[in-house]
């Protein structure tokens, strides 16, 4: 069995003192622990901004693309290789602008993978700018007068866009936020484990006391049912997406299970030898 000091690497940490990311490392570290995946199973796929930075802190397979693409490698290293574990981590920035059109077509295929979003609400590596999920009003860099758009909500988007699996955490809490990375890795299909991860050095307004006083915990709720698509988009206005825990799952079927010609084996390990006459062939008809 992997222990903690397994997914662990000996790389220095650049993020700020305090930053929400150390309460995500720890929480998904933790989770890979429960879960008993190996190290060599698990692939990370992760995105441009401070959150890009969690897959060379973890001990697995590690891919850092360009802004705005971790989903469709992810989707990718899956299909080719279905026995990996594959996870997509990212800041709100990376998978809710740039990366919009992505997330939006990953949820609806709904392959296996996990996609933790570090929401901070604030771009944080270019020096705080406003970002997709910033409040209006919310006054930055670039909305010195205040912000005037309106914010995304991922929640409500990826229920929507019909996700299987969409929970909200939050980085101060270790625990639950281990649990809720654990279920999405379990779940057979595209799962959101979308994280309220506090900037302490550009974002002074959406600060850990500042979540602790207005979230609401769903697991707490004994009337709260998961499974029910209209109730969890109803609490998600009702709260402006203010709320921690499991939001909606769903049992479907996942892309992999409904691809025409599905084969048990990953795609890494079908035999792909070309004879040299059909290579050959092949060259003259593309020559």
């Known amino acids: 069995m992997p222990k903690l000091a397994d997914f662990k690497t000996n790389e220095k940490s650049w993020w700020c003192p305090g930053c929400g990311d150390f309460g995500v490392l720890a929480a998904l570290q933790k989770a890979l622990v429960d ?6 199973n698990v692939a990370l796929v992760a995105g ?7 897959g060379n802190y973890i001990n697995c397979y ?63 590596l ?19 007068e205040g912000n005037i758009e309106r914010p995304v909500r991922p929640l409500q988007l990826a229920i929507a866009a019909g996700a299987t699996f969409v929970a909200s955490g939050f980085s101060s809490d270790v625990k639950q936020l281990s649990r809720l990375i654990a279920e999405g890795i379990r779940h057979r299909g595209f799962a959101l484990v979308n994280v309220y991860s ?26 709260y049912d998961p499974t029910n698509r209209a109730m969890a988009l109803e609490r998600l206005i009702e709260t402006d997406e203010r ?20 084969r048990d084996e990953p795609i890494v390990g079908q035999d792909w030898t070309l004879p040299e006459e059909d290579f050959t062939q092949l060259l003259e008809q593309f020559r």
């Open 198 to 223: 506090p900037c302490v050095t550009f974002n002074r307004l959406n600060t850990y006391d500042w979540y602790k006083e207005v979230l609401s915990n769903l697991d707490d709720d004994p009337t």
């Open 126 to 144: 270019t020096k705080g700018q406003m970002s997709p999920t910033s409040h209006s009003g919310f006054k930055t860099r670039t909305s010195p």
């Open 243 to 262: 709320v921690r825990g499991l939001v909606y799952r769903s049992d479907q079927p996942s892309f992999e299970q409904l691809f025409p010609g599905y």
């Open 48 to 54: 441009i901004g401070c959150s890009g930075k969690i």
């Open 62 to 124: 590690n891919l850092h693309v360009v802004h705005g693409r971790a989903l469709p490698a992810a989707m990718g290293l899956k299909l080719a290789n279905r026995s990996l574990t594959v996870i997509a981590a990212g800041g709100d920035g990376d998978g809710y602008a740039i990366g919009a059109g992505h997330f939006l077509h990953a949820v609806r295929r709904n392959v296996d993978i996990t996609y933790i979003v570090m929401d901070n609400q604030i771009y944080g």
């Open 35 to 40: 879960l008993g995946v190996e190290p060599h």
